[in-house]
Protein backbone atom coordinates (compact mmCIF):
# COMPACT_ATOMS: atom_id res chain seq x y z
CA UNK A 1 0.00 0.00 0.00
CA UNK A 2 1.33 3.71 -0.70
CA UNK A 3 -0.66 4.83 2.46
CA UNK A 4 -1.76 2.84 5.42
CA UNK A 5 -5.51 2.35 5.31
CA UNK A 6 -7.98 0.97 7.88
CA UNK A 7 -4.41 -0.53 9.38
CA UNK A 8 -3.29 -2.14 6.43
CA UNK A 9 -0.23 -1.83 5.00
CA UNK A 10 0.28 -4.99 3.12
CA UNK A 11 -1.74 -6.39 0.45
CA UNK A 12 -1.04 -10.23 -0.55
CA UNK A 13 -3.36 -12.68 -2.41
CA UNK A 14 -3.34 -15.63 -5.23
CA UNK A 15 -4.70 -15.30 -8.25
CA UNK A 16 -6.44 -18.00 -10.18
CA UNK A 17 -6.46 -18.45 -13.96
CA UNK A 18 -8.46 -20.92 -15.74
CA UNK A 19 -10.78 -20.74 -19.04
CA UNK A 20 -13.04 -17.97 -18.29
CA UNK A 21 -9.81 -15.71 -17.06
CA UNK A 22 -8.46 -14.61 -14.25
CA UNK A 23 -9.58 -14.46 -10.52
CA UNK A 24 -8.56 -13.00 -7.10
CA UNK A 25 -8.41 -14.27 -3.61
CA UNK A 26 -7.04 -11.56 -1.63
CA UNK A 27 -8.20 -12.19 1.81
CA UNK A 28 -7.33 -9.54 4.64
CA UNK A 29 -5.02 -11.17 6.84
CA UNK A 30 -6.88 -11.56 9.60
CA UNK A 31 -9.67 -13.12 8.32
CA UNK A 32 -10.41 -17.14 9.08
CA UNK A 33 -10.94 -19.96 6.90
CA UNK A 34 -14.52 -19.61 7.31
CA UNK A 35 -14.65 -15.69 5.69
CA UNK A 36 -11.58 -16.54 3.59
CA UNK A 37 -12.94 -18.95 1.57
CA UNK A 38 -15.38 -16.84 0.49
CA UNK A 39 -12.96 -15.08 -1.37
CA UNK A 40 -11.57 -18.08 -3.24
CA UNK A 41 -15.00 -18.92 -4.44
CA UNK A 42 -15.23 -15.56 -6.06
CA UNK A 43 -11.51 -16.47 -7.35
CA UNK A 44 -12.65 -19.91 -8.76
CA UNK A 45 -16.24 -18.39 -10.06
CA UNK A 46 -13.79 -16.02 -12.18
CA UNK A 47 -11.29 -18.52 -13.09
CA UNK A 48 -13.86 -21.25 -14.00
CA UNK A 49 -17.26 -19.47 -15.32
CA UNK A 50 -15.93 -16.00 -16.54
CA UNK A 51 -17.59 -13.16 -16.27
CA UNK A 52 -19.13 -12.26 -19.37
CA UNK A 53 -21.98 -11.20 -17.82
CA UNK A 54 -24.84 -9.49 -19.38
CA UNK A 55 -24.03 -5.29 -18.71
CA UNK A 56 -26.46 -2.30 -18.81
CA UNK A 57 -24.10 0.50 -18.53
CA UNK A 58 -20.47 0.67 -20.33
CA UNK A 59 -18.86 3.11 -17.44
CA UNK A 60 -19.24 3.21 -13.59
CA UNK A 61 -18.72 6.89 -11.74
CA UNK A 62 -16.24 6.15 -8.89
CA UNK A 63 -15.38 8.00 -5.90
CA UNK A 64 -11.88 9.29 -4.95
CA UNK A 65 -10.72 7.12 -1.30
CA UNK A 66 -9.27 9.17 1.04
CA UNK A 67 -7.36 7.49 3.83
CA UNK A 68 -6.23 9.18 7.08
CA UNK A 69 -3.65 11.92 5.06
CA UNK A 70 -3.11 15.80 6.15
CA UNK A 71 -6.00 17.73 4.88
CA UNK A 72 -3.79 19.24 2.30
CA UNK A 73 -2.81 16.07 0.88
CA UNK A 74 -6.71 14.86 0.77
CA UNK A 75 -7.63 17.92 -0.54
CA UNK A 76 -5.20 17.14 -3.71
CA UNK A 77 -6.03 13.92 -3.75
CA UNK A 78 -9.65 14.85 -4.29
CA UNK A 79 -9.14 17.55 -6.68
CA UNK A 80 -6.81 15.22 -8.99
CA UNK A 81 -8.62 12.12 -8.93
CA UNK A 82 -11.11 14.34 -11.49
CA UNK A 83 -13.77 12.12 -9.04
CA UNK A 84 -16.59 14.28 -8.37
CA UNK A 85 -17.43 12.32 -5.49
CA UNK A 86 -14.81 11.69 -2.39
CA UNK A 87 -15.14 8.82 0.40
CA UNK A 88 -12.69 10.15 3.38
CA UNK A 89 -11.73 7.40 6.23
CA UNK A 90 -12.76 8.51 9.48
CA UNK A 91 -11.94 7.14 13.35
CA UNK A 92 -8.91 5.68 12.32
CA UNK A 93 -7.04 5.16 15.42
CA UNK A 94 -4.45 7.43 14.13
CA UNK A 95 -6.92 10.05 13.85
CA UNK A 96 -9.13 13.07 16.70
CA UNK A 97 -12.39 13.96 15.62
CA UNK A 98 -10.81 17.42 14.97
CA UNK A 99 -8.40 16.04 12.40
CA UNK A 100 -11.33 13.87 10.35
CA UNK A 101 -13.58 17.47 10.90
CA UNK A 102 -10.29 18.88 9.03
CA UNK A 103 -9.73 16.23 6.09
CA UNK A 104 -13.68 16.67 5.77
CA UNK A 105 -13.96 20.40 5.45
CA UNK A 106 -10.98 20.44 2.88
CA UNK A 107 -12.04 17.58 0.67
CA UNK A 108 -15.03 19.02 0.41
CA UNK A 109 -14.33 22.61 0.25
CA UNK A 110 -11.98 21.22 -3.07
CA UNK A 111 -14.56 19.26 -4.95
CA UNK A 112 -17.52 22.16 -4.73
CA UNK A 113 -14.70 24.34 -6.00
CA UNK A 114 -14.07 22.11 -8.98
CA UNK A 115 -17.42 20.35 -9.65
CA UNK A 116 -20.02 22.76 -7.96
CA UNK A 117 -23.61 20.77 -7.13
CA UNK A 118 -22.29 17.82 -8.45
CA UNK A 119 -19.78 17.29 -5.57
CA UNK A 120 -20.34 14.82 -2.68
CA UNK A 121 -18.36 13.56 0.23
CA UNK A 122 -19.67 10.40 2.49
CA UNK A 123 -17.41 9.13 4.84
CA UNK A 124 -16.73 5.28 6.30
CA UNK A 125 -15.92 5.05 10.26
CA UNK A 126 -15.69 0.98 9.60
CA UNK A 127 -17.91 0.69 13.02
CA UNK A 128 -15.50 2.73 15.07
CA UNK A 129 -18.14 4.56 17.05
CA UNK A 130 -20.60 3.77 19.78
CA UNK A 131 -23.92 5.38 19.44
CA UNK A 132 -24.28 8.30 21.28
CA UNK A 133 -19.82 9.22 19.52
CA UNK A 134 -21.90 8.41 15.95
CA UNK A 135 -24.45 10.60 16.36
CA UNK A 136 -21.78 13.53 18.28
CA UNK A 137 -19.33 12.78 15.03
CA UNK A 138 -22.04 12.75 12.28
CA UNK A 139 -23.27 15.81 13.12
CA UNK A 140 -19.97 17.82 13.44
CA UNK A 141 -18.68 16.33 10.34
CA UNK A 142 -21.71 16.54 8.43
CA UNK A 143 -21.28 20.58 9.18
CA UNK A 144 -17.84 20.12 7.63
CA UNK A 145 -18.98 18.93 4.82
CA UNK A 146 -21.32 22.44 4.19
CA UNK A 147 -19.56 22.90 1.18
CA UNK A 148 -21.34 20.22 -0.56
CA UNK A 149 -24.70 20.24 1.41
CA UNK A 150 -23.36 17.76 4.00
CA UNK A 151 -22.77 14.65 3.89
CA UNK A 152 -23.57 12.09 1.33
CA UNK A 153 -24.08 9.38 3.84
CA UNK A 154 -22.12 7.64 6.91
CA UNK A 155 -20.72 4.16 6.07
CA UNK A 156 -20.81 1.96 8.78
CA UNK A 157 -20.72 4.60 11.95
CA UNK A 158 -20.98 1.69 14.61
CA UNK A 159 -20.85 -2.11 14.71
CA UNK A 160 -24.08 -3.68 15.19
CA UNK A 161 -27.05 -3.95 13.40
CA UNK A 162 -29.02 -2.34 16.55
CA UNK A 163 -26.98 0.61 17.15
CA UNK A 164 -26.84 1.55 13.25
CA UNK A 165 -30.71 1.30 13.68
CA UNK A 166 -30.53 3.69 16.21
CA UNK A 167 -28.08 6.56 14.83
CA UNK A 168 -30.26 6.17 11.61
CA UNK A 169 -33.34 7.28 13.66
CA UNK A 170 -31.05 9.99 15.78
CA UNK A 171 -29.53 11.99 12.37
CA UNK A 172 -30.44 13.12 8.55
CA UNK A 173 -27.95 11.85 6.99
CA UNK A 174 -28.41 8.59 5.08
CA UNK A 175 -26.55 5.32 6.63
CA UNK A 176 -24.73 2.84 4.33
CA UNK A 177 -24.12 -0.51 5.82
CA UNK A 178 -20.85 -2.11 4.65
CA UNK A 179 -19.67 -4.70 7.83
CA UNK A 180 -22.75 -5.54 8.77
CA UNK A 181 -23.73 -6.87 5.10
CA UNK A 182 -20.21 -8.65 4.19
CA UNK A 183 -19.55 -10.32 7.48
CA UNK A 184 -22.68 -11.04 8.71
CA UNK A 185 -24.25 -14.40 8.53
CA UNK A 186 -27.73 -12.12 7.85
CA UNK A 187 -27.26 -9.54 5.25
CA UNK A 188 -30.68 -9.11 5.51
CA UNK A 189 -30.95 -7.92 9.23
CA UNK A 190 -29.91 -4.69 8.34
CA UNK A 191 -33.04 -4.34 6.24
CA UNK A 192 -35.52 -5.75 9.11
CA UNK A 193 -34.29 -3.84 11.40
CA UNK A 194 -34.13 -0.28 9.35
CA UNK A 195 -30.80 0.09 9.56
CA UNK A 196 -29.51 1.45 6.86
CA UNK A 197 -30.56 3.33 3.46
CA UNK A 198 -28.17 1.61 1.06
CA UNK A 199 -25.71 -1.02 1.42
CA UNK A 200 -21.95 -1.50 -0.13
CA UNK A 201 -21.53 -4.67 -1.75
CA UNK A 202 -17.56 -5.90 -2.49
CA UNK A 203 -17.38 -8.84 -5.01
CA UNK A 204 -14.74 -11.23 -3.14
CA UNK A 205 -16.03 -11.17 0.39
CA UNK A 206 -19.31 -11.84 -0.58
CA UNK A 207 -18.41 -14.84 -3.10
CA UNK A 208 -18.17 -13.94 -6.08
CA UNK A 209 -19.82 -11.56 -8.74
CA UNK A 210 -22.98 -13.93 -9.14
CA UNK A 211 -23.08 -13.99 -5.18
CA UNK A 212 -23.03 -10.67 -4.66
CA UNK A 213 -25.49 -9.71 -7.56
CA UNK A 214 -27.77 -12.06 -6.57
CA UNK A 215 -27.57 -10.57 -3.00
CA UNK A 216 -28.12 -6.84 -4.53
CA UNK A 217 -31.17 -8.00 -6.17
CA UNK A 218 -32.91 -9.48 -2.89
CA UNK A 219 -31.70 -6.67 -1.19
CA UNK A 220 -34.41 -4.17 -1.89
CA UNK A 221 -32.24 -1.36 -1.10
CA UNK A 222 -29.53 0.28 -3.68
CA UNK A 223 -26.15 -0.90 -3.29
CA UNK A 224 -22.95 0.77 -3.95
CA UNK A 225 -20.15 -1.24 -4.88
CA UNK A 226 -16.97 -0.90 -3.29
CA UNK A 227 -13.55 -2.62 -3.39
CA UNK A 228 -11.59 -4.86 -0.98
CA UNK A 229 -8.06 -3.40 -1.86
CA UNK A 230 -7.80 -4.87 -5.06
CA UNK A 231 -5.45 -5.58 -7.74
CA UNK A 232 -6.63 -4.59 -11.34
CA UNK A 233 -8.11 -8.25 -11.13
CA UNK A 234 -10.18 -7.82 -8.23
CA UNK A 235 -11.50 -4.24 -9.37
CA UNK A 236 -12.43 -5.19 -12.75
CA UNK A 237 -14.51 -8.17 -10.84
CA UNK A 238 -16.20 -5.35 -9.10
CA UNK A 239 -16.56 -3.07 -12.68
CA UNK A 240 -18.38 -6.12 -14.23
CA UNK A 241 -20.90 -6.06 -10.89
CA UNK A 242 -21.30 -2.40 -10.42
CA UNK A 243 -22.55 -2.82 -15.13
CA UNK A 244 -24.82 -5.54 -14.46
CA UNK A 245 -26.64 -3.78 -11.40
CA UNK A 246 -30.01 -2.20 -13.09
CA UNK A 247 -30.04 0.55 -10.56
CA UNK A 248 -26.60 2.13 -9.88
CA UNK A 249 -27.55 5.29 -7.83
CA UNK A 250 -24.09 6.28 -6.57
CA UNK A 251 -20.83 6.05 -7.29
CA UNK A 252 -18.51 3.04 -6.77
CA UNK A 253 -15.53 3.07 -4.25
CA UNK A 254 -13.61 1.00 -7.26
CA UNK A 255 -10.78 3.82 -8.05
CA UNK A 256 -8.64 1.90 -5.21
CA UNK A 257 -5.74 1.20 -7.64
CA UNK A 258 -4.07 4.05 -6.62
CA UNK A 259 -3.67 3.14 -2.89
CA UNK A 260 -1.66 0.35 -4.05
CA UNK A 261 2.22 0.67 -4.44
CA UNK A 262 2.43 -1.83 -7.22
CA UNK A 263 -0.14 -3.96 -9.62
CA UNK A 264 -0.65 -7.38 -11.85
CA UNK A 265 -0.77 -6.24 -14.79
CA UNK A 266 0.95 -3.76 -16.81
CA UNK A 267 -2.03 -1.28 -17.72
CA UNK A 268 -3.86 -1.03 -14.49
CA UNK A 269 -7.69 -0.49 -14.45
CA UNK A 270 -7.51 3.47 -13.65
CA UNK A 271 -10.54 5.62 -14.08
CA UNK A 272 -10.47 9.03 -16.07
CA UNK A 273 -12.59 12.22 -15.53
CA UNK A 274 -14.29 9.87 -12.65
CA UNK A 275 -15.13 6.73 -14.17
CA UNK A 276 -14.18 3.48 -15.11
CA UNK A 277 -14.36 1.73 -18.26
CA UNK A 278 -16.04 -1.82 -18.74
CA UNK A 279 -13.97 -2.42 -21.99
CA UNK A 280 -10.66 -2.08 -20.00
CA UNK A 281 -12.08 -3.82 -17.07
CA UNK A 282 -12.87 -7.29 -19.34
CA UNK A 283 -9.99 -7.14 -21.70
CA UNK A 284 -7.70 -7.06 -17.74
CA UNK A 285 -10.17 -10.33 -17.21
CA UNK A 286 -9.29 -11.69 -20.34
CA UNK A 287 -5.73 -10.71 -19.96
CA UNK A 288 -2.42 -13.14 -20.93
CA UNK A 289 0.06 -11.67 -20.73
CA UNK A 290 -0.12 -12.44 -16.86
CA UNK A 291 1.78 -15.47 -16.07
CA UNK A 292 2.90 -17.42 -13.50
CA UNK A 293 6.75 -16.77 -15.11
CA UNK A 294 5.70 -13.28 -14.61
CA UNK A 295 5.39 -13.57 -10.67
CA UNK A 296 9.11 -13.15 -9.40
CA UNK A 297 10.17 -15.74 -7.66
CA UNK A 298 10.83 -13.72 -3.93
CA UNK A 299 7.08 -12.91 -4.07
CA UNK A 300 6.35 -16.92 -4.06
CA UNK A 301 8.98 -17.30 -1.59
CA UNK A 302 7.59 -15.26 0.59
CA UNK A 303 3.95 -16.36 -0.30
CA UNK A 304 5.40 -19.98 0.57
CA UNK A 305 7.31 -18.69 4.25
CA UNK A 306 4.47 -16.66 5.18
CA UNK A 307 1.71 -19.71 5.77
CA UNK A 308 -0.19 -18.78 2.67
CA UNK A 309 -0.53 -22.30 1.23
CA UNK A 310 -1.57 -23.89 4.14
CA UNK A 311 -3.89 -20.69 3.96
CA UNK A 312 -5.33 -21.51 0.93
CA UNK A 313 -5.65 -25.36 1.95
CA UNK A 314 -7.85 -24.40 5.09
CA UNK A 315 -10.36 -22.17 2.56
CA UNK A 316 -10.48 -25.32 -0.11
CA UNK A 317 -11.44 -27.71 3.45
CA UNK A 318 -14.13 -24.45 4.12
CA UNK A 319 -15.45 -24.33 0.84
CA UNK A 320 -16.39 -28.40 0.63
O1 LIG B 1 -15.08 2.29 -0.90
C1 LIG B 1 -14.00 2.79 -1.27
O2 LIG B 1 -13.91 3.96 -1.65
C2 LIG B 1 -12.74 1.99 -1.29
C3 LIG B 1 -12.70 0.71 -0.59
C4 LIG B 1 -12.68 0.80 0.90
O3 LIG B 1 -12.85 1.85 1.46
C5 LIG B 1 -12.44 -0.37 1.67
C6 LIG B 1 -12.00 -1.50 1.08
C7 LIG B 1 -11.71 -2.64 1.84
C8 LIG B 1 -11.80 -2.63 3.18
C9 LIG B 1 -12.15 -1.45 3.85
O4 LIG B 1 -11.83 -1.27 5.11
C10 LIG B 1 -12.71 -0.31 3.12
C11 LIG B 1 -14.17 -0.19 3.50
O5 LIG B 1 -14.48 -0.39 4.66
O6 LIG B 1 -15.04 0.12 2.71
MG1 LIG C 1 -16.51 0.45 4.47
Known amino acids: MVTRFRGVTRRRGILLHGQGGWGECAPFEEYGPDEACLWLRSAADAATSGLNIPAVRAEIPVNVTIPVIDPEAAASRASSSRCRTAKVKVADQNSSLESDEARVRSVADALAAEHGDAARVRIDANGAWDRDQA ?186
Open 135 to 320: VAAITRLNQAAGAVGGLEYAEQPCQSVDDLAWVRRQVDVPIAADESIRRSDDPFRVVQAEAADLAVIKVAPLGGVRMALELAQRLEIPVVVSSALDTSIGLSAGVVLAASLPDLPYACGLDTGTLLGADVVDEPLRSSQGVLALDSARAILQSDALRESDVDSEARKELRDSGWIERVESMIENLA
